[in-house]
């Protein structure tokens, strides 16, 4: 069983970074598809961030595009998400997602999900 487990999260003030990791064991970390999601109280669950298997591209929605960046590093099978510029509405618990199908993790599913890291941007 593929175990995923985020960490980095924690309190910032609006305008100010984070970055989050994922450690991904039990698994072969370079055949998935990576990325991130977030769920806000009251809202669905939203992709923010995804990443090809050999890292060589990467996809995020516009809510985001500029100021996150994800990145990989297979030999220490670990996810990275940098999130500069954070604004209130980035503040969501944010998960770390595996998948074997590039398009299904860019629609938000995951195949194994962790147990996610707060992020909350407040002043």
């Known amino acids: 069983q593929v175990q995923l487990v985020e960490s980095g999260g924690g309190l910032v003030q609006p305008g100010g970074s984070l970055r989050l990791s994922c450690e991904v064991s039990?698994?072969?970390?370079?055949?998935?598809?990576m990325g991130w999601s977030r769920q806000a109280p009251g809202k669905e669950r939203e992709f923010v961030a995804g990443i090809t298997r050999n890292g060589g591209n990467t996809y995020y929605p516009r809510s985001v595009k500029g100021r996150f960046t994800i990145s990989r590093d297979n030999a220490k099978n670990t996810l990275y998400l940098q999130m500069d510029s954070l604004k209130p509405e980035d503040s969501a618990i944010y998960y770390c997602?595996?998948?074997?199908?590039?398009?299904?993790?860019?629609?938000?599913?995951?195949?194994?999900w962790g147990q996610g890291t707060q992020v909350t941007v407040s002043s």
């Open positions: 039990q698994g072969t970390f370079s055949t998935y598809y």
């Open positions: 997602a595996a998948h074997s199908g590039l398009s299904a993790l860019l629609n938000g599913k995951s195949l194994y």
